[in-house]
């Protein structure tokens, strides 16, 4: 190695040039806006990671002990020494625990280039110092204010020697070693002790309620003897007319050097706060998944003719939300859990037509067709995955507009992220085990401790309220089972790799626990008290993190989560429905009839039951049993979709293990009797009939005035209302009308779904740049490092003798006539010379290569390119110039 690989960088470009092709892909993944695009060279990679917006992001994605460790080095001397920081973590006495978890904190800063320098001069990048350190306008989190030096900056000379020779130090001759005199006096812990120890109590009182901050403090034109004595002595520095500040190294020696109250060098632990059988779980989320599949086709099969209009924004109307709760028979923000998790799904969409309705979509019938664990587990997965977030519904946006179900401005790039990290932790727990809500709160604002902070800790932060719905939806999805991870959980996400189905025990009656885990208020109270966690990935990974690694596991910081693929999740799927489908109650072929013209579905039914169920009877109740119930308008409903009363006769005989009571036989033939008996057309309308003394009961009937009917023939009336407005006032008149064509045959309506047009489900907004695979981080470190060799290589002038001259400043391209540049190609073609050029691409695009040409023939150099690794041909009318390298 060189010489000078071995000295102290002197930039943050430097630093990187130094670094293993491991470590600079371990910045690149960290950091993935840094590859978006590839960078030049180094010194470009250094520069994107110094802007604001890449360090601020930076900065968010810490946890609370590296934060910590990168605000105590934004109030220190610039560089420090890695002892200087030590101090100002553990403090003048010293803690063993923050000194075992430094090395990992520092690890992190350098790793993602917040910091650059050998542990005798640690650099803070100046952009993440700005941001951390102390202002008037940005206090920081320390509660340390400025230092000597910036409080004093705006103070005239005689002032400061003033206040020299009040703390007993020699004047001298100017303010910079007076200021150098006074920041060693506050430095010094004997001599700060001796002078705070002369002072008034009450002055030291005034210290002690500045101490921890905020630094800064009010007072008079003519202040009080107490702290005239601090302002004298500059223990008290003045920022502004009547506004004082307490300097940061006046603040340290009161702290016993400690920059922060109450470092956190461990993660809060996250423990089982209830534990319960696993099979309890397992049979609990079971249930609730059958439920949440029963939920989505009731909510689909409600909006099959058409759902609720489109907003003119965008979106579900608060009056339809209104509806499909009751509908659904659930609350409102449950509701709209539910049509935004179809709508993720692909299984409705709006259907685009000039009054534009939500729908089912064409694979909503192929979803349907699909086993029921293969059904949950599409539901499961876009739910992971899905930026889109139910629970803003009901909120408003930053321009103070309301936020509706299905409507623009739901997606949180985070709740992909936060859902992940929920479920690794619970994962990380031994099954059956339920966290405590604010332990696993606690744990998500250390992992992502500056967004907190932004929130000053509150419960309002969108990562909390983001980990409070996760678990809440988990719960209703069936994920989880009474606040605990279910095995088919872990699996969904990948938890579980290797682990055997010995612990799913098949439910012959999950019916009984599908309706205690739905109806139960355990269940569900424990999903709401519960629905706040957080995990900074798979705490169970056995990662390497230094002195960490000691902790159990529930302290220990956990590894990033890694990008899963649609491949590798697709797997996890199939394997979480592999172990739920035994779980899951085995569909039903028969119903229970019951004389008072009511039938029980003591469980799930096989669909084409279900659907000619629908047809027949109206549903009355739900839950672990559904109770059905017959009508004179459900029985018609069947026959105007086309059934006889024979075939509905035969159809319940075949599917009751009861006989058919005769009440609900005679129900069928009286209304089979009566139907058709009426044919509705279109004239504007007409209505048909064989018996003429029926027409004139209608035209006598007062009820019937609002359809304007008149005779047109002893056995045809005429409506001016169309013929759908006919039927149902004809039916609600007590008729049995049935609609005709213009053949004259009857009309059949049956159950046909109005479906939109081909959809995709919505795609995911990502949080800022994918992270690069292996693939591109190996591709790009290969790109970026040949071009740092271009940029960086010793070049002599063209035509010189050998002597190396210096690169051309700003990256200026090398500028020589078409001959010169003809002309060293051709020499270094014979000697097998590298070269430096500069190159202008088709698009008008300048850079500048490394190349070592093997041939120029016909306006053309063949060689081999450093910086792209390959052999390349370059028209020489596009190359700027040429220059070669020096010799070493």
Same mark, same amino acid.
């Given at each position: 190695?060189?010489?000078?690989?071995?000295?102290?960088?002197?930039?943050?470009?430097?630093?990187?040039?130094?670094?293993?092709?491991?470590?600079?892909?371990?910045?690149?993944?960290?950091?993935?806006?840094?590859?978006?695009?590839?960078?030049?060279?180094?010194?470009?990679?250094?520069?994107?990671?110094?802007?604001?917006?890449?360090?601020?992001?930076?900065?968010?994605?810490?946890?609370?002990?590296?934060?910590?460790?990168?605000?105590?080095?934004?109030?220190?001397?610039?560089?420090?020494?890695?002892?200087?920081?030590?101090?100002?973590?553990?403090?003048?006495?010293?803690?063993?625990?923050?000194?075992?978890?430094?090395?990992?904190?520092?690890?992190?800063?350098?790793?993602?280039?917040?910091?650059?320098?050998?542990?005798?001069?640690?650099?803070?990048?100046?952009?993440?110092?700005?941001?951390?350190?102390?202002?008037?306008?940005?206090?920081?989190?320390?509660?340390?204010?400025?230092?000597?030096?910036?409080?004093?900056?705006?103070?005239?000379?005689?002032?400061?020697?003033?206040?020299?020779?009040?703390?007993?130090?020699?004047?001298?001759?100017?303010?910079?070693?007076?200021?150098?005199?006074?920041?060693?006096?506050?430095?010094?812990?004997?001599?700060?002790?001796?002078?705070?120890?002369?002072?008034?109590?009450?002055?030291?009182?005034?210290?002690?309620?500045?101490?921890?901050?905020?630094?800064?403090?009010?007072?008079?034109?003519?202040?009080?003897?107490?702290?005239?004595?601090?302002?004298?002595?500059?223990?008290?520095?003045?920022?502004?007319?009547?506004?004082?500040?307490?300097?940061?190294?006046?603040?340290?020696?009161?702290?016993?050097?400690?920059?922060?109250?109450?470092?956190?060098?461990?993660?809060?632990?996250?423990?089982?706060?209830?534990?319960?059988?696993?099979?309890?779980?397992?049979?609990?989320?079971?249930?609730?998944?059958?439920?949440?599949?029963?939920?989505?086709?009731?909510?689909?099969?409600?909006?099959?003719?058409?759902?609720?209009?489109?907003?003119?924004?965008?979106?579900?109307?608060?009056?339809?939300?209104?509806?499909?709760?009751?509908?659904?028979?659930?609350?409102?923000?449950?509701?709209?859990?539910?049509?935004?998790?179809?709508?993720?799904?692909?299984?409705?969409?709006?259907?685009?037509?000039?009054?534009?309705?939500?729908?089912?979509?064409?694979?909503?019938?192929?979803?349907?067709?699909?086993?029921?664990?293969?059904?949950?587990?599409?539901?499961?997965?876009?739910?992971?995955?899905?930026?889109?977030?139910?629970?803003?519904?009901?909120?408003?946006?930053?321009?103070?507009?309301?936020?509706?179900?299905?409507?623009?401005?739901?997606?949180?790039?985070?709740?992909?992220?936060?859902?992940?990290?929920?479920?690794?932790?619970?994962?990380?727990?031994?099954?059956?085990?339920?966290?405590?809500?604010?332990?696993?709160?606690?744990?998500?604002?250390?992992?992502?401790?500056?967004?907190?902070?932004?929130?000053?800790?509150?419960?309002?932060?969108?990562?909390?309220?983001?980990?409070?719905?996760?678990?809440?939806?988990?719960?209703?999805?069936?994920?989880?089972?009474?606040?605990?991870?279910?095995?088919?959980?872990?699996?969904?996400?990948? *938890?579980?790799?290797? $682990?055997? %189905? +010995? @612990? &799913?025990?098949?439910?012959? !009656?999950?019916? #009984? =626990?599908?309706? /205690?885990?739905?109806?139960? *208020?355990?269940?569900? $109270?424990? %999903? +709401? @008290? &519960?629905?706040?966690?957080? !995990?900074?990935? #798979? =705490?169970?990974? /056995?990662?390497?993190?230094?002195?960490?690694?000691?902790?159990?596991?529930?302290?220990?910081?956990?590894?990033?989560?890694?990008?899963?693929?649609?491949?590798?999740?697709?797997?996890?799927?199939?394997?979480?429905?592999?172990?739920?489908?035994?779980?899951?109650?085995?569909?039903?072929?028969?119903?229970?009839?019951?004389?008072?013209?009511?039938?029980?579905?003591?469980?799930?039914?096989?669909?084409?039951?279900?659907?000619?169920?629908?047809?027949?009877?109206?549903?009355?109740?739900?839950?672990?049993?559904?109770?059905?119930?017959?009508?004179?308008?459900?029985?018609?409903?069947?026959?105007?979709?086309?059934?006889?009363?024979?075939?509905?006769?035969?159809?319940?005989?075949?599917?009751?293990?009861?006989?058919?009571?005769?009440?609900?036989?005679?129900?069928?033939?009286?209304?089979?009797?009566?139907?058709?008996?009426?044919?509705?057309?279109?004239?504007?309308?007409?209505?048909?009939?064989?018996?003429?003394?029926?027409?004139?009961?209608?035209?006598?009937?007062?009820?019937?005035?609002?359809?304007?009917?008149?005779?047109?023939?002893?056995?045809?009336?005429?409506?001016?209302?169309?013929?759908?407005?006919?039927?149902?006032?004809?039916?609600?008149?007590?008729?049995?009308?049935?609609?005709?064509?213009?053949?004259?045959?009857?009309?059949?309506?049956?159950?046909?779904?109005?479906?939109?047009?081909?959809?995709?489900?919505?795609?995911?907004?990502?949080?800022?740049?994918?992270?690069?695979?292996?693939?591109?981080?190996?591709?790009?470190?290969?790109?970026?490092?040949?071009?740092?060799?271009?940029?960086?290589?010793?070049?002599?002038?063209?035509?010189?003798?050998?002597?190396?001259?210096?690169?051309?400043?700003?990256?200026?391209?090398?500028?020589?006539?078409?001959?010169?540049?003809?002309?060293?190609?051709?020499?270094?073609?014979?000697?097998?010379?590298?070269?430096?050029?500069?190159?202008?691409?088709?698009?008008?695009?300048?850079?500048?290569?490394?190349?070592?040409?093997?041939?120029?023939?016909?306006?053309?150099?063949?060689?081999?390119?450093?910086?792209?690794?390959?052999?390349?041909?370059?028209?020489?009318?596009?190359?700027?110039?040429?220059?070669?390298?020096?010799?070493?």
């Amino acid at each position: 190695m060189s010489p000078e690989a071995h000295s102290a960088p002197r930039s943050l470009a430097e630093s990187l040039r130094m670094r293993d092709d491991a470590s600079l892909a371990a910045l690149l993944r960290s950091r993935p806006d840094l590859i978006t695009p590839v960078p030049t060279d180094l010194t470009q990679l250094a520069t994107r990671a110094g802007t604001r917006a890449s360090v601020l992001r930076a900065l968010e994605r810490l946890d609370r002990f590296a934060l910590q460790a990168a605000e105590a080095l934004a109030v220190a001397p610039d560089p420090a020494s890695y002892g200087t920081l030590l101090g100002l973590m553990a403090g003048d006495a010293g803690d063993e625990t923050v000194a075992d978890a430094l090395p990992r904190a520092v690890g992190t800063l350098r790793e993602q280039a917040l910091v650059w320098g050998d542990d005798e001069r640690m650099r803070l990048v100046r952009t993440a110092r700005e941001l951390l350190a102390p202002s008037a306008q940005h206090p920081s989190p320390t509660g340390l204010g400025p230092s000597v030096q910036e409080a004093t900056s705006g103070m005239s000379p005689g002032r400061i020697q003033e206040i020299v020779a009040a703390a007993g130090l020699a004047s001298t001759h100017d303010s910079v070693s007076a200021v150098t005199a006074l920041t060693g006096l506050f430095s010094d812990r004997k001599k700060m002790t001796a002078l705070l120890g002369e002072a008034p109590e009450a002055s030291r009182e005034v210290l002690s309620r500045l101490v921890w901050g905020p630094p800064y403090g009010q007072v008079t034109a003519d202040p009080a003897a107490h702290l005239r004595w601090l302002l004298d002595r500059g223990l008290l520095l003045p920022t502004a007319p009547g506004t004082v500040v307490l300097p940061r190294e006046v603040a340290l020696h009161l702290r016993e050097g400690r920059a922060h109250r109450a470092p956190e060098p461990l993660p809060p632990a996250v423990g089982p706060d209830a534990t319960h059988a696993p099979q309890v779980v397992d049979a609990t989320a079971a249930g609730q998944a059958y439920t949440a599949l029963a939920t989505v086709e009731e909510l689909l099969k409600d909006w099959d003719e058409g759902g609720p209009a489109v907003l003119r924004a965008g979106g579900l109307s608060v009056r339809d939300l209104k509806r499909t709760a009751v509908a659904l028979d659930v609350p409102e923000p449950v509701a709209a859990f539910w049509v935004e998790l179809a709508y993720a799904a692909g299984l409705l969409a709006s259907d685009g037509e000039a009054d534009e309705r939500y729908a089912a979509t064409p694979f909503y019938e192929e979803w349907l067709e699909r086993p029921p664990a293969e059904r949950w587990g599409r539901l499961a997965e876009v739910w992971l995955s899905a930026t889109r977030t139910a629970g803003l519904v009901g909120g408003r946006d930053a321009k103070d507009r309301a936020l509706s179900a299905l409507g623009p401005g739901l997606d949180r790039s985070a709740a992909p992220e936060v859902r992940h990290r929920v479920l690794a932790l619970l994962a990380a727990l031994p099954q059956g085990a339920a966290p405590g809500a604010e332990a696993v709160l606690a744990r998500l604002r250390w992992e992502r401790a500056l967004r907190g902070q932004q929130q000053d800790g509150g419960d309002d932060d969108l990562r909390s309220r983001l980990a409070r719905w996760t678990l809440s939806e988990a719960e209703l999805l069936g994920v989880t089972g009474r606040g605990a991870l279910s095995a088919h959980g872990r699996a969904l996400i990948g *938890a579980s790799k290797g $682990a055997s %189905a +010995a @612990s &799913v025990t098949p439910a012959s !009656s999950v019916t #009984s =626990a599908s309706a /205690a885990s739905a109806a139960s *208020a355990p269940s569900v $109270a424990s %999903a +709401a @008290s &519960v629905a706040s966690a957080a !995990s900074a990935g #798979s =705490a169970a990974s /056995a990662e390497s993190f230094g002195p960490g690694d000691k902790l159990p596991v529930h302290h220990r910081p956990a590894p990033p989560v890694e990008p899963r693929s649609p491949a590798e999740q697709a797997v996890d799927t199939a394997a979480a429905a592999r172990l739920l489908a035994p779980l899951l109650p085995e569909p039903l072929d028969h119903v229970l009839l019951q004389a008072d013209l009511t039938a029980v579905a003591p469980g799930p039914l096989r669909r084409p039951l279900a659907a000619t169920l629908d047809v027949l009877a109206d549903v009355e109740s739900k839950g672990g049993a559904t109770v059905y119930r017959f009508t004179p308008a459900s029985v018609r409903r069947a026959l105007d979709a086309g059934r006889a009363a024979a075939d509905l006769h035969a159809f319940l005989t075949a599917h009751s293990r009861t006989p058919v009571p005769q009440p609900l036989a005679y129900l069928i033939d009286d209304v089979a009797r009566k139907h058709g008996h009426l044919r509705v057309g279109a004239a504007s309308a007409y209505v048909r009939c064989d018996d003429d003394a029926l027409l004139n009961e209608i035209l006598a009937d007062k009820r019937a005035a609002a359809l304007r009917l008149r005779r047109l023939a002893p056995t045809v009336l005429a409506a001016q209302s169309d013929p759908a407005a006919l039927l149902e006032g004809l039916r609600a008149m007590g008729y049995a009308p049935a609609a005709e064509s213009a053949e004259g045959d009857v009309l059949i309506t049956r159950a046909d779904a109005h479906r939109t047009p081909p959809r995709t489900a919505p795609e995911p907004v990502p949080d800022g740049p994918p992270p690069p695979d292996a693939t591109l981080l190996s591709a790009a470190i290969r790109a970026i490092r040949a071009g740092d060799l271009a940029a960086t290589a010793p070049r002599k002038a063209a035509g010189s003798t050998g002597a190396a001259g210096a690169p051309l400043a700003g990256g200026e391209l090398p500028r020589t006539s078409s001959a010169e540049t003809l002309a060293t190609m051709q020499a270094a073609v014979l000697t097998g010379g590298s070269l430096w050029i500069g190159y202008v691409n088709a698009e008008g695009s300048a850079s500048q290569r490394v190349i070592a040409p093997i041939r120029v023939e016909g306006g053309f150099v063949t060689a081999y390119d450093h910086t792209a690794d390959e052999v390349r041909t370059y028209p020489l009318h596009r190359i700027t110039g040429v220059a070669e390298l020096a010799d070493d």
